[in-house]
């Protein structure tokens, strides 16, 4: 199971980005995708979910400005990043909880992508 994330990048302040992760097709059922962030010093921050049923939750400190989604078609989580601030630089991992079956047994499982960098400047 692979999860490649791409689109950050070095932006100023005030401006957008957009994030992808797409997953492999023998994923399986994707449940739930989020979006984390590490940052220097700090601990990996749980940024964004969707669900399956496209039920979202944000960090305090992106509400209003990022907004989480999914394409299931395409197997594709993504994160909308507007009006970015220097303290959202960091790299950024996308993670898929996901079910799949095999001759009549489940697996569950998380995948993570590896991690794309996020630079704002001032």
């Known amino acids: 199971v692979q999860l490649q994330a791409s689109g950050g990048g070095l932006v100023q302040a005030g401006g957008s980005l957009r994030l992808s992760c797409a997953a492999s097709a023998s994923i399986g059922t994707i449940n739930a995708w989020e979006w984390y962030r590490q940052t220097p010093g700090k601990q990996r921050e749980l940024v964004a979910t969707v669900t399956s049923g496209h039920s979202t939750n944000y960090a305090d400190s992106v509400k209003g400005r990022f907004t989480i989604s999914r394409d299931n078609a395409k197997n594709t989580g993504y994160l909308q990043m507007n009006s970015l601030k220097p303290e959202d630089t960091g790299v950024y991992y996308c993670?898929?909880?996901?079910?799949?079956?095999?001759?009549?047994?489940?697996?569950?499982?998380?995948?993570w992508g590896q991690g794309t960098q996020v630079t704002i400047s001032s």
């Open positions: 993670a898929a909880d996901y079910i799949r079956s095999h001759e009549g047994t489940y697996t569950a499982g998380r995948a």
